[in-house]
T-cell receptor, first 109, second 116 residues
Framework: GQNIDQPTEMTATEGAIVQINCTYQTSGFNGLFWYQQHAGEAPTFLSYNVLDGLEEKGRFSSFLSRSKGYSYLLLKELQMKDSASYLCAVMESNYQLIWGAGTKLIIKP | GAVVSQHPSWVICKSGTSVKIECRSLDFQATTMFWYRQFPKQSLMLMATSNEGSKATYEQGVEKDKFLINHASLTLSTLTVTSAHPEDSSFYIC????????????FGPGTRLTVT
């Protein structure tokens, strides 16, 4: 079956580093996306991984291991504005996105 | 580029009335658009996939007669909530699939529907 798992909630301190994990089991794989969603707003695109390895974009990095069905989103130098939900989504062979339930990240001063 | 607009941003309607929500891709053509709903503190729930010029594909449990989807052009999809009830109150978000790989989804700002 199709399944995407990520922690429900995480707490971190301003200025620190946090890693949000995502594991998946899908029938096909055409890439993995990370989106950020602030409360009451629509999701915004953060990153896309289709090959194994680390993709870095400023303070945010995303890692993928296809053999392990595993990805993580790494956020460095955390800022209060990073408080949001982070959604992991896998694109299947038919380009349909399967969404995780999201990880609510709480940043404390 | 890749901007998706949604209208209205919020709407309050009375129980039993219908509400239409528009989703437009402003600077690209979107053969495929998606409609989601999201309850407070919950994740996105895909309602249906809208393909230009053909009938929408609804997810299991979503009533197609209640949530009417029309995708008559490459830049516009509409969702009509018919005979709305208070339990239909939710945050409705549309997205449009990009034209090139990785075919990411670009989201509209969402519509908050309150049915009284």
């Amino acid at each position: 079956g199709q399944n995407i798992d990520q922690p429900t909630e995480m707490t971190a301190t301003e200025g620190a580093i946090v890693q949000i994990n995502c594991t998946y089991q899908t029938s096909g794989f055409n890439g993995l996306f990370w989106y950020q969603q602030h409360a009451g707003e629509a999701p915004t695109f953060l990153s896309y991984n289709v090959l194994d390895g680390l993709e870095e974009k400023g303070r945010f990095s995303s890692f993928l291991s296809r053999s392990k069905g595993y990805s993580y989103l790494l956020l460095k130098e955390l800022q209060m504005k990073d408080s949001a939900s982070y959604l992991c989504a896998v694109m299947e062979s038919n380009y349909q996105l399967i969404w995780g339930a999201g990880t609510k990240l709480i940043i404390k001063p | 580029g890749a901007v998706v607009s949604q209208h209205p941003s919020w709407v309050i309607c009375k129980s039993g009335t219908s509400v239409k929500i528009e989703c437009r891709s402003l600077d690209f053509q979107a053969t495929t658009m998606f409609w989601y709903r999201q309850f407070p503190k919950q994740s996105l729930m895909l309602m249906a996939t809208s393909n230009e010029g053909s009938k929408a594909t609804y997810e299991q449990g979503v009533e197609k007669d209640k949530f009417l989807i029309n995708h008559a052009s490459l830049t516009l999809s509409t969702l009509t909530v018919t005979s709305a009830h208070p339990e239909d109150s939710s945050f409705y978000i549309c997205s449009a699939r990009g034209e090139r790989e990785p075919y990411e989804q670009y989201f509209g700002p969402g519509t908050r529907l309150t049915v009284t």
